[in-house]
């Protein structure tokens, strides 16, 4: 059974700090994604990673970076947290396998900036 | 890139009978079509998807419908029941298996007693 694990459910920081949302995923996953979700707006890709150290921008790139070190993780950096960037992030994983595999979700964070 | 609409945000339905919730998508390129659910607290998971090479896919309860030449697909829940309640996402996927899902902005479907 796919498990992708988010470290925090719940996070609340401060505007202007440096945030680090993690992500583990236990089925040698090529492809990691970060995505934010947000009432009536859905799920928005902020970005995505195909292999290690490999990154590409999503739809809403602007305010975040990422890190993937290793092929199991996969970082969301809130560079200066801002009061825009709350919400629920979520992260996902799938297969690299021609576009139509299903990707597994994260569990969310729910990080508030207050 | 891809847009994806989809229709409506809210949908209440009496226990019992059908729901449809449908989605339109713009990148003809767009090949892979999945929907998932999320309930109250839970994270997405998902319960049916379809190709770009097949028109319908159905699994007990749930089908799914695309149309290629008008770049829409639809969602149907027959026979509905409490556990039903929940949000619903249409999503696309189009080039590589690297690219990730274009959502919509999600259906809360509420299931009436």
């Known amino acids: 059974d796919v498990k992708v694990t988010q470290s925090s459910r719940y996070l609340v920081k401060r505007t202007g700090e440096k945030v680090f949302l993690e992500c583990v995923q236990d089925m040698d996953h090529e492809n990691m994604f970060w995505y934010r979700q947000d009432p009536g707006l859905g799920l928005r890709l902020i970005y995505f990673?195909?292999?290690?150290?490999?990154?590409e921008k999503g739809d809403i790139p602007e305010g975040y970076s990422v890190s993937r070190e290793k092929k199991e993780r996969f970082s969301l950096i809130l560079e200066s947290a801002s009061t825009n960037q709350t919400s629920m992030y979520l992260c996902a994983s799938s297969l690299w396998v021609s576009g139509d595999t299903e990707a597994f979700f994260g569990q969310g964070t729910r990080l508030t900036v207050v | 890139g891809e847009n994806v609409e989809q229709h409506p945000s809210t949908l209440s339905v009496q226990e019992g009978d059908s729901a449809v919730i449908k989605c339109t998508y713009s990148d003809s390129a767009s090949n892979y079509f999945p929907w998932y659910k999320q309930e109250l607290g839970k994270r997405p998971q998902l319960i049916i998807d379809i190709r770009s090479n097949v028109g319908e896919k159905k699994d007990q309860r749930i089908a799914v419908t695309l149309n290629k030449t008008a770049k829409h697909f639809s969602l149907h829940i027959t026979e509905t029941q409490p556990e039903d309640s929940a949000v619903y996402f249409c999503a696309a996927r189009s080039g590589g298996g690297a690219d990730g899902l274009t959502f919509g902005k999600g259906t809360h479907l509420i299931i009436q007693p």
């Open positions: 990673s195909y292999d290690v150290k490999m990154k």
